[in-house]
């Protein structure tokens, strides 16, 4: 219904009675529909503006500190089965564009956020981020007080949630949902790694090149996916490797018969130890060939050296974490890291000279296994930087340098 305003301007001499200008309001609302809901499993309920898809999603809710790299957050495949609330205010800014896909697409269930720029300035936008993921059928969520919500993960832990714009569904509904979800004890790798071997040439650009030598000595790799971004390949690639990428329970057998130069293991999603197949098979090629690990990987190689894992409190999410390289010798060398994982790896049960290289200076946990004896060693953060800093990269070079020796 539209309103009206008047005005009324003072008479002139000559009139006996004042003007009136009538004016009709538009009658839209400035303010943006409350026509979204996250529900976490404490019960909670959060009110805010659907963007992207519609419909209703389950997921493990974690949030994310990073500053840039929204693009290579949502298609990171090892935030499949969870929501990401980004506690950067500002998301959709620079808009999205296929370069910076980690995969195929977006793996997230649903994406979390205070405030969706009304606007794109990027020289390399594509598409907004709205019609994105409309296109990727990924609900997100803004309006809703992010700051209140990553404090609540950080004291109570992670949690389950639901988002639903089903304004059919109640809230009681959409609870039960989200308590009826765990993500422990599941297998995310096989949802999300390749169905059949591959090859992959393809190293960084040259305009984002900053420290690899391609030009040297060539070295074979299998790479095992359990859920690789594109930007570990690439920097593998820069490094000299010419890689064949494997799914994630691709026989040790068949690929020792490939005799490689070295095995990578990538990151991925989910409970590492609800993945005893690619364990077992890690087992088999230790101390056969240099092995290295990120995220995922690092876990599979520290249950395949004897450890276990544990679920940590509300895990580590962000492009800022220090890691402190605790065998370096004569120097205190700490890295600034990307790091994206809910579980860490318990060393108290491995032996031999399998060491712990690195650890998280935030809260003391394992960041790192490196074993001389085995040739092999895996970090838990990603030196990739996508996004994020360059302090780990090197990392790549150590590994390719155990494969040409």
Known sequence: RSKVFCSRRSASLSSSRPSVRVY??????????????????????????????????????????????????????????????????????VGTNTDDEEST??????????????M?????????????????????????????????????GCLNGTISTDDSLSDDELLEMAKSFDIEGKDLISTVTTAEPYEWKDSTDEEWEFAGDGGAQRVKVVAYDFGVKRNILRRLASYGCDITVVPASFPAD?????????????????????????????????????????????QVLGQALGGSTYKLK????????????????????????????????????????VMTS??????????????????CFGIQ????????PHDADPAFKKFVDMCRA
């Open 254 to 298: 068949e690929v020792i018969a490939m005799n490689p130069d070295g095995v990578f293991l990538s990151n991925g999603p989910g409970d590492p130890s609800a993945v005893p197949y690619a364990v077992e098979n890690t087992k088999k090629l230790v101390g056969k060939y240099p092995i290295f690990g990120i995220c995922m990987g690092h």
């Open 24 to 93: 009709a309001a538009s009658s839209s609302s400035p303010f943006k529909p409350l026509d979204a809901r996250l529900v976490l499993a404490d019960g909670s309920v959060w009110k805010g503006t659907a963007f992207g898809a519609r419909g209703t999603a389950t997921g493990e809710v974690v949030f994310n500190t990073s500053l840039t790299g929204y693009q290579e957050i949502l298609t990171d495949p090892s935030y499949a089965g969870q929501f990401v609330c980004f506690t950067c205010p500002h998301i959709g800014n």
């Open 105 to 118: 697409k977006v793996h997230l269930g649903a994406t979390i956020i205070h405030e969706l720029s009304p």
């Open 358 to 375: 690195h650890i998280n200076l935030n809260d003391q946990s394992c960041a790192g296994i490196e074993s001389a004896e085995k040739q």
């Open 381 to 388: 953060y990603h030196p990739e930087a996508s996004p994020g």
């Open 314 to 353: 509300f895990g580590h999410h962000g492009g800022n974490h220090p890691c402190k390289n605790i065998i370096a010798e004569g120097i205190q060398q700490v890295e600034i890291t990307a790091q994206n994982h809910n579980f860490a790896v318990d060393v108290s049960a491995i032996g031999g000279d």
């Open 120 to 156: 794109v300035s990027n020289h390399r936008n594509q598409k907004d981020l709205d019609t994105y993921l409309k296109e990727q059928n990924v609900l997100g969520i803004e309006g809703v007080d992010t700051r209140a919500i990553t404090l609540r993960l950080r004291e109570t």
